[in-house]
C-alpha cells in the first residue's frame, strides 16, 4: 500500500516539475519574442 503511495507522489511530482519547466520555457520563449520584436522594430526605424 505505501509503495502505492509513494509511486503516486513521484508522479505527482514528475508533473509538477514538469509543468514549472514548461511554464519557464513559455516564460523564455516570450522574453525572447519581446526582444525580437522590439530589435525589428528598432531595425525598421533605422533603415527608414
Known sequence: MANGVKQANDAI???ADTY?????KIADA??????????GVK???ESR
Do not use: R
Open 13 to 15: 511530482q514528475k508533473v
Open 20 to 24: 514549472k519547466t514548461a511554464e519557464q
Open 30 to 39: 516570450y522574453k525572447n519574442a519581446e526582444q525580437a520584436v522590439k530589435d
Open 43 to 45: 531595425t525598421a526605424e
